[in-house]
């Protein structure tokens, strides 16, 4: 008796079937949206259709003519490269202490990872209250004989709160990725390098890092998005002031489309930030390539 054969057609329609419906959400939720962004930019931008008139390169123009623009970009790159490095090295040294460390380690681990799940507009608020003027930092401050600091309200401290909630805030998903990563390098290369007379930092050095080296970039490109699209601490906290000197690309776009309604600007803003993006993730995967 002739056994049936079942065939599943050309595997190249089957998996482009199966692909479909992901392909779709992704069209409509994300490559839809970006392709408005970036038609938006060349517009005037209005909440109706007549109101909106093409202006071609003119909202880029502005921006690039915005002293404004420059400061806010400058806020940004400074925001995003002094909370990533720490964000990877902090988790990166903390994971492998842990992963050494045999009491509390379950304790342990779940403290590090409770900011990872608490609300960020809490979390801001919480510490708003901790650094406003007459808050229990200052408190501490005072009791202590030193002269209170306006940290929110200064130019000069503002920012650096801002980097220092966002490490805290990033510091226990990242955690979490570097132990599962280090889970995964073999016992066998620590005997080894411990064979070879090679001390906790020369086995942390060469045989940690280098077997750390897919996760290092994920957790590199996770924490560069998380950075880029910080908004809620700035909302929350410091509402891009003092001075425009917490004022980031993210509450930047906010500000022109939702409180002045310049919906083209805000695009054409919100297009840059995408290439910046871009550019970063790009360099990080260029650095950690060599």
Same mark, same amino acid.
């Given at each position: 008796?002739?056994?049936?054969?079942?065939?599943?057609?050309?595997?190249?329609?089957?998996? $482009?079937?199966?692909?479909?419906?992901?392909?779709?959400?992704?069209?409509?939720?994300?490559?839809?949206?970006?392709?408005?962004?970036?038609?938006?930019?060349?517009?005037?931008?209005?909440?109706?259709?007549?109101?909106?008139? $093409?202006?071609?390169?003119?909202?880029?123009?502005?921006?690039?003519?915005?002293?404004?623009? $420059?400061?806010?970009?400058?806020?940004?790159?400074?925001?995003?490269?002094?909370?990533?490095?720490?964000?990877?090295?902090?988790?990166?040294?903390?994971?492998?202490?842990?992963?050494?460390?045999?009491?509390?380690?379950?304790?342990?681990?779940?403290?590090?990872?409770?900011?990872?799940?608490?609300?960020? #507009?809490?979390?801001?608020?919480?510490?708003?209250?901790?650094?406003?003027?007459?808050?229990?930092?200052?408190?501490?401050?005072?009791?202590?004989?030193?002269?209170?600091?306006?940290?929110?309200?200064?130019?000069? $401290?503002?920012?650096?709160?801002?980097?220092?909630?966002?490490?805290?805030?990033?510091?226990?998903?990242?955690?979490?990725?570097?132990?599962?990563?280090?889970?995964?390098?073999?016992?066998?290369?620590?005997?080894?390098?411990? +064979?070879?007379?090679?001390?906790?930092?020369?086995?942390?050095?060469?045989?940690? #890092?280098?077997?750390?080296?897919?996760?290092?970039?994920?957790?590199?490109?996770?924490?560069?998005?998380?950075?880029?699209?910080?908004?809620?601490?700035?909302?929350?906290?410091?509402?891009?002031?003092?001075?425009?000197?917490?004022?980031?690309?993210?509450?930047?776009?906010?500000?022109?489309?939702?409180? +002045?309604?310049?919906?083209?600007?805000?695009?054409?803003?919100?297009?840059?930030?995408?290439?910046?993006?871009?550019?970063?993730?790009?360099?990080? +995967?260029?650095?950690?390539?060599?």
């Amino acid at each position: 008796m002739a056994k049936a054969k079942i065939g599943l057609g050309n595997p190249t329609r089957v998996a $482009w079937f199966f692909l479909a419906p992901a392909l779709v959400m992704l069209s409509i939720f994300v490559l839809g949206p970006i392709v408005y962004l970036i038609y938006l930019s060349f517009t005037s931008g209005s909440f109706t259709r007549s109101g909106s008139q $093409w202006i071609g390169l003119a909202n880029y123009e502005r921006a690039i003519a915005s002293p404004e623009f $420059w400061q806010v970009l400058g806020n940004t790159l400074y925001f995003s490269i002094a909370t990533i490095i720490p964000s990877i090295i902090i988790p990166l040294i903390l994971a492998a202490v842990l992963e050494k460390a045999i009491a509390l380690k379950s304790l342990l681990r779940t403290a590090y990872f409770l900011p990872a799940i608490t609300s960020t #507009v809490a979390v801001g608020l919480g510490w708003r209250w901790l650094f406003q003027t007459d808050g229990p930092i200052n408190s501490i401050l005072d009791s202590l004989g030193i002269t209170p600091i306006p940290w929110l309200g200064s130019a000069t $401290w503002a920012m650096p709160i801002l980097i220092l909630l966002s490490i805290w805030k990033q510091l226990g998903f990242n955690l979490v990725v570097f132990l599962a990563g280090l889970q995964a390098i073999p016992q066998s290369r620590y005997e080894a390098a411990k +064979l070879d007379g090679a001390n906790g930092f020369q086995q942390f050095r060469h045989v940690t #890092v280098p077997g750390l080296y897919p996760t290092l970039v994920f957790v590199m490109v996770t924490t560069a998005m998380f950075t880029l699209r910080s908004f809620e601490q700035v909302y929350v906290m410091t509402g891009g002031g003092p001075l425009n000197s917490t004022n980031i690309l993210v509450y930047f776009v906010y500000e022109q489309a939702f409180a +002045l309604f310049d919906f083209g600007y805000a695009a054409a803003s919100a297009t840059l930030l995408l290439l910046v993006a871009l550019s970063l993730v790009t360099l990080q +995967l260029q650095l950690t390539d060599e």
